[in-house]
Nanobody, 124 residues
Framework: QVQLAESGGGLMQAGGSLRLSCAAS????????VGWFRQAPGKAREFVAA????????YYADSVKGRFTVSRDNTKNTVYLQMNSLKPEDTAVYSC?????????????????WGRGTQVTVSS
């Protein structure tokens, strides 16, 4: 089992930055790929970014490419999502998820373990 807990969400003005953290406990986290997903009210969950277990591979949704950066520190069992140049359309609940699938998968069905999410609200 892997337990995931997100933090770092909040209210930010458009153009600002936030850094989300995904802290893991349980099994050897360094062997898991991690993805970030988000869900806005009334919308389906969508993929944001993912990182392989080593950090060598990353993958981003087109909507966040160039603005968001995913990274990890396996010594701290933590994955980060740095979000810059935030837009109102980035408003959503952001969740991290873990999978033993190699690489940086973007499909949610790859992921076995999910956190509860953290709210990000971007005002215009």
């Amino acid at each position: 089992q892997v337990q995931l807990a997100e933090s770092g969400g909040g209210l930010m003005q458009a153009g600002g930055s936030l850094r989300l953290s995904c802290a893991a406990s349980g099994r050897t986290f360094s062997r898991f790929s991690v993805g970030w997903f988000r869900q806005a009210p009334g919308k389906a969950r969508e993929f944001v970014a993912a990182i392989s277990w080593s950090g060598a591979d990353t993958y981003y949704a087109d909507s966040v490419k160039g603005r968001f950066t995913v990274s990890r520190d396996n010594t701290k069992n933590t994955v980060y999502l740095q979000m810059n140049s935030l837009k109102p359309e980035d408003t959503a609940v952001y969740s991290c998820a873990a999978t033993i699938t190699e690489g940086a998968p973007s499909m949610s069905w790859h992921y076995n373990y999910w956190g509860r999410g953290t709210q990000v609200t971007v005002s215009s």
